[in-house]
């Protein structure tokens, strides 16, 4: 039996990608939360908020430097797993990389002053300000590197002489047809996730303390679930913006996602089922629901899996990841809404233990959504590791070592998730909020006392 280096490289960047998505997604979504909480808690003058800007800073850096390793694990799976991608697209892509490890820097700079900066300023202002390049960092690094997957989607910026990239334009490569619609989706998501993780972690809190919420935790929890609520609505609108750039675009990526065969006006949305042979069983169906999401328009004709050929097109499984993906997403609007709706309410508890369950459920659903999202992106493009010019198999390395690299990567993420793992448990386990406003604000204790 040969050995299949491609199936190797596949699962070995998959796995990486899979792993620092995690971490990605923290770093660019808490900042802007930690930055949300601090700048409420000075408008106010109310010591908890300010106490949840400080703690979440705290575990945040902790994820930044998992994040770290991960992020230059990749870096250098571009070069030794996919060799031949990087000599046909390197000089293109090049810059947008470059661009993101200095946008990376700028937000480490800041971080570490921000950090070590409490209570410093005569101006609380003044330290809250120094976040802001930490936020705008985490953002413009997401927002570079998506460029590069979107010149992956939808490579522009150059020309083809002899089988090489010529007349290069960077600039054009990275604002690319799929850019603006990608970087939406992420940045939401991100932000999404990130106020779901928060808002779970609190709900737990609240959970293990038998339903008893602290001032410190009820706050949180609203402030948390009414941001979840707002990102869930951005990110369902950039759902909506993808799926019609994917059909004027990528029709072949859309009609798999939706086991669209045949091209057609009016076409039903699918949703979940089976597949028999061409024909899906047991899927809920929403007649001309697809054409609306597509174009808009009810009657509009949906391109069909029937126009392209065998060779060019996704596995059918992907739909299942889109599912799911949309999904969760639809929970994460319903969730905070029902929250919100029922803390309008004085004769209702809106910390009754099914509903901070679901809160705290929301947050690895988000994280699995994002996983999800993820892998139908890259998945829906296949065969092409670079839509129309380099697909996986002509990108991906012959080297007879990548079966081991697989394996000690694989142990390197085992330590690192232990490692996150063990530390965020050190820093918050017998530290509640509840402590630690009590050192930080010991006037709040004594106004409690009163």
């Not at 939406?184 to 990130?194: G, P, W």
Request: aromatic share 14%; with cysteine; proline share 5%.
């Amino acid at each position: 039996m040969e050995f299949d280096t491609v199936m190797m490289s596949r699962l070995l960047t998959g796995m990486t990608l899979a792993f620092h998505i995690i971490f990605a997604t923290i770093g660019v979504g808490v900042p802007l939360m930690i930055a949300i909480a601090e700048f409420i808690g000075i408008r106010k003058n109310d010591p908890h908020y300010l106490m949840m800007a400080r703690r979440w800073a705290r575990g945040f850096v902790i994820t930044v430097a998992i994040g770290v390793v991960t992020g230059t694990a990749i870096g250098l799976q571009l070069s030794l797993v996919w060799p031949n991608f990087m000599q046909l697209a390197g000089n293109v892509i090049a810059l947008p990389l470059f661009m993101e490890v200095f946008a990376f820097f700028f937000e480490a700079i800041f971080l570490g002053i921000y950090l070590y900066t409490w209570d410093r300023f005569k101006s609380p202002y003044t330290h809250w300000a120094l976040n802001i390049p930490v936020v705008l960092g985490a953002g413009m690094s997401a927002v570079f590197i998506t460029t590069v997957n979107g010149f992956m989607n939808q490579p522009e910026g150059f020309a083809m002489e002899n089988g090489q990239f010529a007349a290069v334009s960077p600039i054009a490569a990275m604002l690319n047809t799929a850019t603006p619609t990608k970087v939406f989706h992420v940045l939401s998501s991100a932000y999404l996730t990130a106020a779901a993780l928060l808002a779970a972690i609190t709900a737990f809190a609240i959970l293990k303390n038998r339903g008893k919420a602290s001032d410190y935790h009820k706050k949180a929890l609203k402030v948390l679930m009414s941001l979840v609520l707002v990102f869930g609505v951005l990110t369902a609108l950039a759902g909506d913006l993808s799926a019609k750039f994917l059909a004027d675009h990528q029709p072949e990526k859309l009609a798999a996602a939706e086991w669209h065969f045949e091209s057609e006006k009016n076409a039903d949305l699918v949703l979940f089922g089976w597949l028999d042979g061409e024909e899906p069983q047991g899927a809920i169906r929403i007649p001309g629901a697809l054409s609306f999401l597509a174009f808009g328009d009810f009657n509009a004709e949906v391109t069909g899996l029937e126009e392209f050929p065998e060779e060019e097109l996704p596995p059918l499984w992907v739909h299942y990841m889109f599912d799911l993906m949309v999904t969760i997403g639809g929970a994460l609007i319903v969730i905070p809404l029902v929250y919100l709706v029922i803390s309008r309410v004085k004769k209702w508890n809106e910390h009754n233990k099914g509903l901070l369950w679901l809160i705290a459920a929301s947050g690895p659903m988000a994280f699995l959504a994002i996983e999800f999202g993820w892998f139908y992106a890259e998945v829906g493009r296949q065969p092409w590791i670079l839509r129309g010019y380099m697909t996986v198999e002509e990108a991906a390395t012959n080297s007879p070592y990548i079966g081991l690299m697989f394996f000690l990567f694989l142990a390197l993420y085992i330590v690192l998730g232990t490692l996150c793992v063990i530390t965020l448990r050190k820093l918050f386990r017998n530290n509640p909020a509840e402590l630690e406003l009590e050192k930080h604000y010991p006037h709040l204790k004594k106004e409690d006392d009163q």
